[in-house]
């Protein structure tokens, strides 16, 4: 029998309490991840995938953010039903986050070091010195120069990419079977996206972990990623193997993100492609397919009934009304 996957997120639902009532983030969003293995989620702003992690995290801001129904299992135990104490066990040492912005995720008035050892505080028996030999030795493996000095300096004496490296130093310094990386190279130049994006695939390859790379850039994802789950208005358009999706899109919104790629055979005067209009507000969600009003293969249908995931084949399924089913 195969071994059952690291991380099992089934028909996850989450709520946020609003001025203007109650909006549903995510609805209905399932897919799986196996150990060692990267999954990418991709999609424009606003589509979901940041909520995503902080739902896997249990790191919903409270007593707004819920997490309504569904199931997220990781290593067998189910986290939406797990005590707080029991998550934060968890938190940081099998599971470790790379935020969005390095300097909100970092605090400004503590020094690198005791940013660091304070996970190697909750969540180890080792000692003062051990902590602080063991920091000095994760800020060396992400690439930090002079790491023995750097910790004991601020997270404004540094550079964007450096702070970003001490973040995913804070986020693995307890070696945890899945990393989640929401946007680890934004505003950063080319070059150092690069570096970090190969960093983080090195330490993978090193320490056998899991990967959730968060993303709007489909080239990132083609980079880093074996599978791959295409989100649209809090719930999954397309899924299925980096390969497959990126060869046959199957989705209206998976396609329009592909032919918004700028093409290195296009002539200076091809204009680049774009999705019309924006993706709709969670208070004024349409009915039928949420997609309906920007997709150019809508029918009457797509305005009627919510889309069913529909499997095209074993390693690739797409929600729309207009794919047919595997044979």
């Given at each position: 029998m195969p071994s059952p996957a690291l991380l099992e997120?089934?028909?996850?639902?989450?709520?946020?309490?609003?001025?203007?009532?109650?909006?549903?983030?995510?609805?209905?969003?399932?897919?799986s991840l196996d150990a060692g293995q990267t999954l990418g989620l991709v999609g424009e702003s606003g589509c979901g995938k940041s909520v995503t992690a902080l739902s896997i995290m249990g790191l919903l801001p409270r007593p707004a953010?819920?997490?309504?129904?569904?199931?997220?299992?990781?290593?067998?135990?189910?986290?939406?039903?797990?005590?707080?104490?029991?998550?934060?066990?968890?938190?940081?040492?099998?599971?470790?986050?790379?935020?969005?912005?390095?300097?909100?995720?970092l605090n400004p008035v503590q020094t690198i070091g005791r940013q660091l050892t304070e996970?190697?505080?909750?969540?180890?028996?080792?000692?003062?010195?051990?902590?602080?030999?063991?920091?000095?030795?994760?800020l060396d493996r992400v690439g930090i120069p002079a790491p023995d000095?750097?910790?004991?300096?601020?997270?404004?004496?540094?550079?964007?990419?450096?702070?970003?490296r001490v973040v995913i130093?804070?986020?693995?310094?307890?070696?945890?079977?899945?990393?989640?990386?929401?946007?680890?190279?934004?505003?950063?130049?080319?070059t150092i996206q690069a570096q970090i994006l190969d960093l983080i695939k090195e330490l993978q390859s090193e320490m056998g972990m899991a990967v959730i790379m968060i993303t709007h850039?489909?080239?990132?994802?083609?980079?880093?990623?074996?599978?791959?789950?295409?989100?649209?208005?809090?719930?999954?358009?397309?899924?299925?193997?980096?390969?497959?999706?990126?060869?046959?899109?199957?989705?209206?919104?998976?396609?329009g993100l592909m032919q918004s790629i700028p093409k290195m055979d296009s002539t200076p005067k091809e204009k680049l492609k774009v999705i019309d209009g924006l993706v709709p507000s969670l208070h004024e969600l349409p009915k039928g397919c949420r997609f309906n009003n920007r997709?150019?293969?809508?029918?009457?249908?797509?305005?009627?009934?919510?889309?069913?995931?529909?499997?095209?084949?074993?390693?690739q399924s797409a929600a729309c009304h207009n794919v047919s089913s595997a044979s």
């Open positions: 997120v089934h028909d996850l639902v989450t709520e946020f309490e609003t001025d203007e009532g109650l909006v549903r983030a995510l609805d209905g969003v399932s897919f953010g819920k997490i309504a129904s569904g199931q997220i299992l990781f290593g067998g135990s189910d986290l939406v039903t797990l005590p707080a104490n029991a998550m934060q066990s968890i938190r940081g040492q099998s599971i470790g986050m790379v935020f969005q912005e390095p300097m909100t995720a996970s190697l505080e909750l969540h180890t028996d080792l000692t003062d010195q051990a902590r602080i030999k063991k920091a000095i030795a994760m000095i750097r910790m004991a300096e601020y997270p404004h004496q540094l550079s964007g990419g450096m702070r970003q130093a804070m986020a693995l310094i307890c070696e945890p079977n899945l990393l989640i990386a929401d946007e680890p190279t934004t505003a950063l130049d080319v850039d489909l080239g990132v994802i083609a980079e880093t990623s074996e599978e791959m789950v295409v989100m649209y208005a809090g719930r999954v358009a397309e899924q299925g193997s980096v390969y497959d999706v990126f060869a046959s899109p199957r989705h209206p919104y998976t396609d997709c150019p293969d809508v029918s009457d249908i797509c305005f009627e009934s919510i889309p069913k995931m529909t499997v095209i084949s074993e390693r």
